[in-house]
């Protein structure tokens, strides 16, 4: 019986995070801005403006002027902020994946653990993305700052991570072509 | 006799930018939407005639860009309450009437051109989302002015 309940729950959650998702997606299809972006060649988001996107201060601020119109334009404006970022963010983490993927089938000397570490982070990462679209989307953007500062310096520790991959990769070619 | 390298000219046409044109501009919200005004919606160059007479015209065009992405930037991080006071010393500056420029600023999006080029995403969606923010607010409390002095 027990197991049944669960296996209840289980599926209706999987349902909801599955039509939180395919909403994301409409939303960001309904916004052309959004999904027309070509991210390549641009800048990265400073972290003070992460904090500035998920941060309740400009919501205070709104919410003191007591117009139901102004906070519900604040939510819709704010909501869609933060699904740029999230967006911005994964495809960041994909492509660091892809360029390490592409580091790691010509290095000669691989370590599993390392591999594994790294492999983890990503999971993470990609994991967190998924949790913020869905919380952004049930709560609102204001509920996640905590996940998305979380998110901005792991991603910023995993980038790190991979020059110090590439470069020793480098080095590691560079003295075993000398030694020929 | 030493010749000033690039960075050092670059240096000298950003600061004169800085103390002839854009100290005389009210506001960073004025300064961006000036700076935005100085590149040429074809070719994306930035284009200054005083900064190109006194310095080469792609010293000056460097200058106007980095003049723009940090003026950009500076206003992009503000608080919604910064950018309203922002927005106000805009309209008052401006010689056409305060509703008028509200109505089209709505209705057309203007200060979507002012964002630099390559600009973060997600930076350029804040700067647009709290603009449309700061302007629903200056047009209420437009409407709330009217109805009292209405009353």
């Known amino acids: 019986m027990m197991a049944l309940s669960s296996l209840i729950v289980g599926v209706v959650l999987l349902l909801l995070l599955l039509a939180v998702a395919v909403k994301g997606s409409l939303a960001l299809r309904e916004t052309p801005e959004l999904a027309g972006s070509d991210e390549s060649g641009q800048e990265a988001c400073p972290p003070e403006f992460v904090s500035k996107i998920f941060s309740h201060d400009d919501w205070s601020y709104v919410r003191g002027m007591k117009?139901?119109?102004?906070?519900?334009?604040?939510?819709?404006?704010?909501?869609?902020?933060?699904?740029?970022?999230?967006?911005?963010?994964?495809?960041?983490?994909?492509?660091?994946?892809?360029?390490?993927?592409?580091?790691?089938r010509q290095s000669s000397n691989l370590e599993p653990p390392?591999?594994?570490?790294?492999?983890?982070?990503?999971?993470?990462?990609?994991?967190?993305?998924?949790?913020?679209?869905?919380?952004?989307?049930?709560?609102?953007?204001?509920w996640v700052g905590g996940l998305a500062r979380f998110?901005?310096?792991?991603?910023?520790?995993?980038?790190?991570?991979?020059?110090?991959?590439?470069?020793?990769t480098r080095e590691h070619e560079m003295d075993a072509m000398s030694s020929l | 006799m030493s010749v000033p390298n690039n960075a050092v000219i670059l240096q000298a046409a950003y600061e004169d930018l800085l103390r002839r044109s854009l100290s005389k501009v009210p506001g960073d919200l004025a300064r961006v939407i000036y700076l935005a005004s100085t590149r040429d919606y074809n070719t994306g160059t930035y284009h200054h005639e005083g900064l190109a007479a006194r310095f080469r015209s792609e010293v000056a065009a460097k200058a106007l860009e980095a003049a723009h992405r940090e003026i950009f930037y500076r206003i992009a991080a503000c608080s919604l309450e910064e950018l309203v006071h922002e927005l106000e010393i805009y309209l008052n500056s401006s010689r056409q009437a305060r509703e008028d420029v509200l109505h089209i600023w709505q209705k057309l999006e203007p200060y979507r051109l002012a964002l630099p080029m390559d600009v973060n995403v997600a930076v350029a969606r804040l700067f647009v989302s709290n603009l449309r923010l700061a302007l629903a607010i200056l047009q209420r409390q437009a409407r709330l002015q009217a109805g009292r002095s209405g009353a």
């Open chain 1, 67 to 104: 117009s139901t119109g102004l906070e519900k334009l604040f939510r819709k404006e704010r909501k869609s902020v933060a699904l740029v970022w999230v967006r911005q963010t994964s495809s960041g983490i994909r492509r660091i994946m892809r360029e390490h993927a592409a580091a790691a």
């Open chain 1, 114 to 142: 390392t591999e594994l570490k790294i492999f983890l982070q990503f999971a993470a990462l990609l994991m967190t993305c998924g949790a913020m679209r869905a919380g952004i989307h049930v709560a609102g953007p204001l």
């Open chain 1, 151 to 168: 998110a901005q310096n792991l991603v910023q520790q995993v980038a790190e991570a991979e020059r110090a991959f590439e470069l020793a």
